[in-house]
């Protein structure tokens, strides 16, 4: 079946630096890559939408300038989580629709995740 | 507005039979999921249902009432490795999941 690889699967990074998490769609193209984040006990939260060749639609209360997406390609999607802080210290995940078209386009393949930890 | 109602946790034991059950209310439906998430992963697909009824799928069956925003997951002959949580997600009008916080299953010897 369709995989949706991340990378890195875990980061610690200090606070005031930047980090940059891969998601890659391994065969299959994705037009559309959505990016969550999860606190612990908590539900995945939606953080915003990445389309391919556009800009990405964020959720309501997301800083886009905090966090960087790019979608450069159908097979790739980054996340660049900038000038972090212990607070962004969550678990990350992308996902990718597994088609178009009816529900193949809603049923989400998911990435690995990555744990990022700001010291 | 919209909301998943789940439990919070739930404990079964090995071999039994266990329903996780799921309200919600969303401004519109196209479906809804349940997705399996293990402790420190990301979630998998377990089932989609969109009209109503029970879609069985071997150990796992889900069921659906749209008229009572009802849903449940029925696990059959659990093992230890369905220890995980469990998570309910309808789409909205726009095709969007929306998530709740998911029910987290022990299963004990």
């Known amino acids: 079946g369709a995989v949706v690889s991340q990378h890195p699967s875990w980061v610690i990074c200090k606070s005031g630096t930047s980090v940059k998490i891969e998601c890659r769609s391994l065969?299959?193209?994705?037009?559309?890559m959505f990016w969550y984040r999860q606190f612990p006990k908590q539900s995945l939260m939606l953080m915003a939408t990445?389309?391919?060749?556009?800009?990405?639609?964020?959720e309501q209360g997301v800083e886009k300038d905090k966090f960087l997406i790019n979608h450069a390609s159908l097979t790739l999607s980054t996340l660049t989580v900038t000038s972090a802080h212990p607070e962004d210290s969550s678990f990350y995940i992308c996902?990718?629709?597994?088609?178009?078209?009816?529900?193949?386009?809603?049923?989400?393949?998911f990435g690995p995740g990555t744990r990022l930890t700001v010291t | 507005g919209q909301n998943i109602d789940q439990p919070t946790e739930m404990t079964a034991t090995e071999g039994a039979i266990v329903q996780i059950n799921c309200t919600y209310q969303?401004?519109?439906?196209?479906?809804l999921f349940w997705y399996q998430q293990h402790a420190g992963e990301a979630p998998t697909f377990l089932s989609y249902?969109?009209l109503d009824g029970l879609e069985e799928k071997g150990r796992f069956s889900s069921f659906l009432s749209r008229s009572k925003g009802y849903s449940y997951l029925l696990l059959k002959e659990l093992q230890m490795k369905d220890s995980a949580s469990y998570l309910c997600?309808?789409?909205?009008?726009?095709?969007?999941?929306?998530w709740g916080a998911g029910t987290k299953l022990i299963i004990k010897p």
């Open positions: 996902s990718a629709p597994r088609g178009s078209g009816g529900r193949s386009s809603y049923e989400q393949y």
């Open positions: 997600a309808p789409l909205d009008s726009n095709y969007q999941l929306i």
């Open positions: 249902n969109v």
């Open positions: 065969d299959f193209q994705a037009t559309t």
């Open positions: 969303t401004s519109g439906f196209n479906g």
């Open positions: 990445s389309n391919e060749g556009s800009k990405a639609t964020y």
